[in-house]
């Protein structure tokens, strides 16, 4: 995260505020774009168990068609 210049606020806010893409029942990506960084979109990928599971952080994330 301190490579990439993303802070843990920066995260709960993208999870909290982000657009939600299923893979399946209990995988997902959250991803949003923000203003003023050059690495197109943030995106976590998930995990829903009995709680959220962030499995990781990637940035210049492209959506799938």
């Not at 999870?15 to 995988?27: L, N, Q, Y």
């Not at 959250?30 to 168990?49: H, M, P, W």
């Amino acid at each position: 995260m301190s490579e990439r210049n993303i802070s843990e606020s920066l995260i709960l806010d993208l999870i909290e505020t982000g657009e939600i893409r299923k893979k399946d029942e209990v995988r997902l990506w959250i991803f949003k774009s923000y203003t003023g960084r050059n690495d197109n979109l943030l995106c976590v990928a998930v995990v829903l168990e009995t709680c959220l599971v962030v499995k990781t952080v990637m940035h210049h994330f492209e959506l799938e068609q």
